[in-house]
């Protein structure tokens, strides 16, 4: 399956994705924002590069998107230069970021006026998984639109799913995060525990892999990252910070209550005021490592 697709948002998870798109056969058009090194490297590999999002939506029929948050997303869509400006009626803009519901459906609902179709496609399985092609992706929108923008989800996701009308997708997304985003406070809280206690980190984590515990963070995400003390940028503290806010907007418009995601909300925003911000947001275990005087990786003091 080949054909011309457009990208805007060349980060730490858009530029492989881009560049799964690039190996299954699609023509790529891109622009930059302020990292010209991702258009480069792209552009190596055969993508074609021009100046601002409506200069992409002018070359192409099909658009991803992929940036931090809303006003990203309101830039991009129906700035000056953003796709709107450039884009045939009938074009499909396909946004990969994780934003609030509400904002998705305003975003899809100016376009609509243009005749432009806009899917809200929230993506999950971090840099690892979007470099190989096996992100999974849930799908808010027009059923007809989703079936014609599938090929190039496909080149993107090994689970590719419609879950519903506009909005949906970014629903399902803040429900996925918060789980996510309370889960790695658990496993910060029961590793420092258990390491405080005097056992090996990788002896507790073995044992609960084989017990009721066993879960995808602490098997492959928490493994390399608190597990090793090392915190390199993955997904941010401050994106997951970002993601449990709109989760909690989204709950109190709803009346849904959310105790615990309102506790991790304020966590991860003192993991940001200690500095953490851009660290992997497993970085949280810090907190719960300093506090103990023990590091989970090592066994040893922390001071």
Not at 44 to 72: F, L, R
Not at 94 to 108: F, G, L, Y
Not at 240 to 263: F, I, N
Request: with cysteine; charged share 15%; aromatic share 4%.
């Amino acid at each position: 399956m080949s054909g011309t697709v457009g990208f805007v948002g060349l980060g730490t998870i858009g530029e492989p994705m881009a560049a799964n798109l690039l190996r299954k056969g699609f023509s790529l058009t891109i622009c930059g924002h302020t990292n010209p090194a991702p258009l480069e490297r792209l552009a190596a590999q055969g993508a074609t590069v021009v100046a601002n999002p409506k200069e992409v939506a002018t070359a192409t029929s099909i658009i991803v998107t992929c940036v931090p948050d809303a006003p990203q997303v309101d830039e991009v869509c129906l700035g000056a230069n953003g796709l709107m400006q450039g884009a045939k009626p009938g074009t499909i803009v396909v946004d990969c970021s994780t934003i609030a519901p509400t904002a998705s459906q305003r975003i899809a609902a100016a376009l609509a006026e243009k005749g432009i179709h806009f899917l809200d496609a929230p993506i999950s399985g971090g840099p690892p998984r979007a470099a190989t092609g096996d992100l999974a992706i849930m799908v808010g929108g027009e059923a007809e639109v989703f079936a014609r923008a599938l090929p190039v989800l496909n080149a993107m996701g090994r689970s590719v799913t419609h879950v519903g009308p506009s909005g949906m997708g970014e629903v399902v997304k803040l429900a996925n995060n918060l789980i996510v985003g309370n889960l790695m406070i658990v496993l910060s809280e029961a590793m420092t525990l258990a390491v405080k206690a005097g056992v090996d980190a990788a002896t507790a984590r073995s044992v609960i892999m084989n017990s009721s515990g066993a879960n995808y963070l602490l098997e492959t995400w928490a493994a390399n990252t608190m597990l090793k003390d090392s915190y390199d940028p993955g997904f941010a503290t401050t994106l997951m910070q970002k993601d449990l806010g709109a989760a909690l907007d989204t709950a109190r418009s709803l009346g849904v209550p959310m105790m615990l995601t309102g506790l991790a909300y304020q966590l991860y925003e003192l993991a940001e005021g200690a500095g953490d911000g851009r660290s992997d947001y497993s970085a949280i275990s810090k907190l719960y490592q300093d506090t103990a005087n023990v590091t989970i990786a090592t066994g040893k003091s922390r001071k």
